[in-house]
């Protein structure tokens, strides 16, 4: 099988990834560049809404109450690290290396065991087509339609006096509590939404995959974080339409060019070092472009 045609078989299973990652790269980028608060629980919220999902269908929860069960444990999880820096004054990554090295004895505890599998269970994909549910083409239409919806939302909430809060403590914490903003309020609220968003991910990964593992968080930080640089690249963060568009357009993007690799022969093994040198080259593509220019003087970067 040639390279192209190799490709073009592998492209249903990336727009899947991609969309799921999708949802993942938007809580990455909530508490980074919305708040300015660089955060690492999404490793550990990430199979946090997994082992939370499947431990729910365990005890026979329908998919959809089972789903809302995860966001709202990821949700909890990005309020852990909040209260952490709020309270103990500790660095944003230190907080979330704590907060998703305790989840990782949660999740067992939850689940009862490393890891649970799922394909007896009902999903949100078997509730929505029934048997047509392993059809590759409904999943994404699904992901796709969930995709934009909370994309739209997250659109008209930062249109709102808390969402323009929120954004107001990442532009300048000194300049929100001037105006009387609760910075410890909204930040916990932007770490609940991140978390919430990368667990349920992870929720309609599980169900995708039909099993939840502890080990699922593994990588997914760096594969977010790389689909935010790369449409950030692509399509720039000056305005709040293109930070909630770049992640999700570069998660789409990032995991074709996955498949391409992988169609070229790369072994699954190295991606995580090519995900690695991507984000790196792509970081230090701005740099050269503002050594080059030179400094510019009253332009916000």
Same mark, same amino acid.
């Given at each position: ?8 078989? $592998? ?24 708040l300015s608060f660089p955060d690492l629980t999404s490793e550990g919220s990430f199979p946090l809404g997994a082992c939370a999902l499947a431990a729910c269908l365990e005890l026979d929860f329908s998919p959809i109450g089972a789903t809302m069960v995860a966001v709202f444990s990821g949700a909890l999880a990005g309020m852990a690290t909040a209260s952490i820096h709020r309270w103990l004054r500790i660095n944003t990554m230190l907080c979330g290396i704590i907060v998703l090295t305790i989840l990782f004895s949660i999740n067992v505890r939850i689940m009862g065991k490393p890891n649970i ?112 640089? $790369? ?71």
């Open positions: 099988m040639g390279v192209i045609d190799l490709f073009v078989s $592998l492209l249903p299973v990336n727009i899947i990834q991609g969309l799921i990652y999708a949802l993942v790269a938007l809580g990455i980028m909530i508490p980074l560049r919305i599998a799922l394909f007896s269970h009902p999903s949100v994909f078997s509730l929505m087509f029934g048997e047509n549910s392993v059809n590759q083409y409904n999943q994404i239409l699904l992901l796709g339609l969930l995709v934009a919806m909370v994309t739209v939302l997250l659109y008209f909430f930062f249109q709102t006096q808390a969402g323009m809060a929120m954004r107001a403590v990442g532009a300048s914490v000194p300049m929100a509590k001037a105006q009387g903003i609760d910075v410890a309020r909204y930040t916990s609220w932007g770490l609940a939404i991140g978390g919430a968003l990368t667990a349920l991910g992870a929720s309609l990964q599980a169900q995708l995959q039909g099993f939840a593992d502890v080990n699922l968080g593994f990588g997914v930080l760096i594969n977010g974080l790389a689909a935010v640089i $790369l449409g950030e690249a692509l399509l720039g963060n000056q305005s709040i339409k293109r930070q909630l568009l770049a992640p999700v357009v570069g998660a789409f993007i990032y995991f074709q060019v996955i498949g391409f690799v992988l169609a070229l022969g790369l072994r699954p093994s190295d991606l995580k070092a090519l995900t690695g040198m991507f984000v790196l080259i792509t970081m230090l593509v701005p740099i050269v472009r503002k050594t080059d220019t030179g400094p510019t003087v009253g332009i916000r970067e």
